[in-house]
């Protein structure tokens, strides 16, 4: 059965709000034909995204068993060590779906030669670049995510509310530093031709995020805080719900925007260099 | 003509084989920065696990009979048994059957499960040397020499687990006969591989009951029975084992899954259809 759609006028678009509403309409277009082309194969999909979450609570099965086994990370207890992987998670489960693909996005179509079909339409690269990646599968990373930080959270007594409004503002912050990864992985696969592993690098990164800073040497805490702002991925949103006693918290925030601006630089002179030979 | 085909001498030529070995490592030579990437990757999977194994045995001198030495070295040999075991034997073989390509192979005097490993020991003949051999110079660093106590059994459980490894991943692609896209099968089972193989922790640190049931599977035997013949002591779940002992149970294994793999082949193989060649 054939199915149609009323476009709406030039007029009609003209007279519709800003560019963010524009953004966030055609976003979702982008996930509706996501979801429609992953439904082909739906079961494989409802196992895909099963699967996913599964894989992400097995993240803090180090953790557990660290813990089973009378074993501890020094000044953490096992359900502040798992909030903390659970705010990690979550933050990852927003991430993943809902932008990240455009990594995998880009590295394919350079690789098929069709991202010219994204260059030539009137709008930003970067922008189709994210709208034609919503990946619906890896909704299962955010369920995942939730899971493990509800359940961690119900270990922790009631919080007050300043720490709540700190975590969230961290929390914030970590997705633009998840963001501003996602942008130098698409500028490395508009280079790096083909190359899937990209992740690999951005995932081993990452793994600094899923525990405690202060098991880290003073190095690492340093890079991890001012260098790539790893800490704000799961250490800092954490400690500050926690109630925990936070340093560098600041200058990593300040980082993470200095991060996500040289991301965006990054992307647009690799785009520059994108050559081919016609879609 | 399908009889010649079919004739085992024809599917069973060594040069043929030794073809395939040269091809793929050729093939995958062009793109052996891809696989060099692991240079960067696993020494920071290593820092992590170095970093948080630290912290751990700061307040605790073993950790289920494991120090900090033995378990940077169990580790370290982990990931080497990793990194040669690799293959993708089970995703080409999802993509052979989902876009029809399989057929090829059907007219092809080759068995297409020999053509699969030989091609799993070209790829892995080019990995020795682009990611093993810098990951060991790597490791060596942290005075961690990954040297079996007993090199002959250790070699013949590394090579047990090769075959096994394989033979486990192109199982779980021979599933596309009946699913044609099974991304997510394939991802649940690597997950389940690894965690139940001990790639990321020893196995002992598992609790009791686990232990148990992972000890009956057969993944333990694709890297932590031969990372324990490395360390020269065998023991998971209560059950201890002397080195020939558990190569013995592991060879045992890899003779059970290659006969499950053909009787699930038998039946998968009917339902393969494909059009033109």
């Excluded at chain 2, 013949?229 to 201890?240: D, K, N, R």
């Amino acid at each position: 059965m054939a199915r149609t759609v009323d476009l709406p006028s030039p007029d009609e678009q003209k007279s519709n709000a800003g560019p963010l509403f524009q953004w966030f309409k055609i976003y979702i277009h982008g996930m509706k034909t996501a979801f429609a082309s992953r439904m082909a194969y739906r079961g494989d999909f409802f196992m895909s995204m099963f699967i996913m979450m599964v894989v992400e609570l097995f993240g803090p099965l180090v953790t557990l068993l660290i813990y089973h086994n009378g074993a501890s990370f020094p000044g953490w207890e096992r359900h502040e060590v798992l909030l903390l992987q659970g705010v990690f998670l979550l933050s990852r489960g927003i991430a993943f779906p809902f932008f990240m693909g455009m990594v995998w996005n880009t590295i394919s179509r350079v690789q098929e030669g069709t991202y010219d079909l994204l260059l030539i339409k009137p709008r930003s690269i970067l922008q189709m670049s994210i709208i034609t990646a919503f990946d619906s599968e890896d909704l299962g990373k955010l369920i995942g995510g939730i899971l493990l930080f509800i359940y961690a959270l119900k270990s922790v007594p009631s919080l007050p509310l300043v720490n709540w409004a700190s975590f969230l503002l961290l929390f914030i912050f970590s997705l633009i530093t998840m963001f501003a990864f996602g942008l130098f992985m698409s500028g490395l696969g508009i280079v790096w031709i083909g190359n899937y592993r990209i992740y690999d690098i951005f995932m081993s990164v990452m793994d600094f995020g899923l525990y405690p800073r202060s098991i880290f040497n003073k190095l690492f805490q340093t890079i991890i805080t001012w260098v790539i702002p790893i800490s704000l991925l799961g250490s800092f949103p954490a400690s500050a719900l926690l109630g925990k006693q936070i340093t560098g918290v600041l200058g990593a925030m300040l980082c993470s925007i200095f991060f996500l601006l040289v991301g965006l630089w990054f992307f647009h002179r690799m785009v520059r260099n994108y050559t081919s030979a016609g879609g | 003509m399908q009889a010649l085909i079919e004739s085992p001498l024809m599917k069973k030529a060594p040069p043929l084989y030794r073809a395939v070995i040269h091809a793929t490592y050729k093939e995958n030579f062009a793109f052996r920065s891809t696989m060099a990437v692991s240079l960067i990757v696993q020494p920071v999977y290593f820092l992590v696990h170095y970093f948080i194994w630290q912290a751990v045995f700061q307040v605790h001198d073993t950790v289920s009979g494991f120090t900090l030495n033995t378990m940077l070295y169990y580790f370290a040999v982990s990931s080497l048994l990793g990194f040669l075991n690799w293959d993708d034997a089970d995703g080409t073989l999802q993509r052979l059957v989902q876009t029809g390509k399989f057929i090829t192979f059907q007219l092809r005097p080759v068995y297409h499960l020999y053509y699969a490993f030989f091609e799993k020991v070209g790829h892995r003949l080019l990995a020795f040397w682009v990611e093993i051999i810098p990951i060991i110079g790597f490791y060596l660093l942290f005075k961690i020499k990954p040297i079996p106590t007993m090199p002959v059994w250790a070699i013949i459980s590394v090579a047990l687990s090769f075959i096994l490894g394989f033979l486990i991943n192109y199982t779980i692609g021979t599933i596309a006969f009946w699913l044609v896209k099974t991304d997510g099968l394939r991802r649940a089972m690597l997950v389940i591989k690894d965690v139940c193989s001990g790639v990321f922790l020893p196995l002992t640190l598992f609790p009791s009951v686990i232990q148990k049931v992972l000890f009956f599977l057969p993944f333990q035997f694709v890297s932590y029975v031969p990372a324990r013949v490395f360390m020269g002591s065998y023991e998971l779940a209560g059950i201890t084992m002397s080195i020939p002992q558990i190569v013995g149970l592991q060879a045992a294994m890899v003779a059970v899954t290659y006969l499950l793999n053909r009787l699930v082949w038998h039946f998968g193989i009917k339902r393969f259809t494909g059009v033109g060649a």
